[in-house]
Nanobody
Framework: QVQLVESGGGLVQAGGSLRLSCAAS????????MGWYRQGPGKQRDLVAT???????TYADSVKGRFTISRDNAKNSVSLQMNNLKPEDTVVYYC??????????????WGKGTLVTVSS
């Protein structure tokens, strides 16, 4: 059974920083793309940033220049450094990874989410 566990959410003032981390565990053969998404109440889940196993990154326009995604392939983990946070960044953040196990060709997994609250 594959699991993604997030950590690092919390409360921060506008202009501050937070670092989110996510670790994958279980019978993992290979992790392809890892990423972070976010979802506000009653809204769809939107992409924040993704990173391939080779280190290629993509970012939503709203976070470019403020957020940085990174991963540690040896530890099956991905992180999101969030700087210059704004009140509109206040939502739940979800870790996502496309993981291949010994018994399948790969599927998408989600963490349970971590709340980020930015006060003005």
């Amino acid at each position: 059974q594959v699991q993604l566990v997030e950590s690092g959410g919390g409360l921060v003032q506008a202009g501050g920083s937070l670092r989110l981390s996510c670790a994958a565990s279980g019978r993992i053969s290979r992790i392809n793309v890892m990423g972070w998404y976010r979802q506000g109440p009653g809204k769809q889940r939107d992409l924040v940033a993704t990173i391939t196993s080779g280190g290629t990154t993509t970012y939503a326009d709203s976070v470019k220049g403020r957020f940085t995604i990174s991963r540690d392939n040896a530890k099956n983990s991905v992180s999101l450094q969030m700087n210059n946070l704004k009140p509109e960044d206040t939502v739940v953040y979800y870790c996502n990874a496309h993981i291949r196990t010994p018994v399948d060709y790969g599927m998408s997994y989600w963490g349970k989410g971590t709340l980020v609250t930015v006060s003005s």
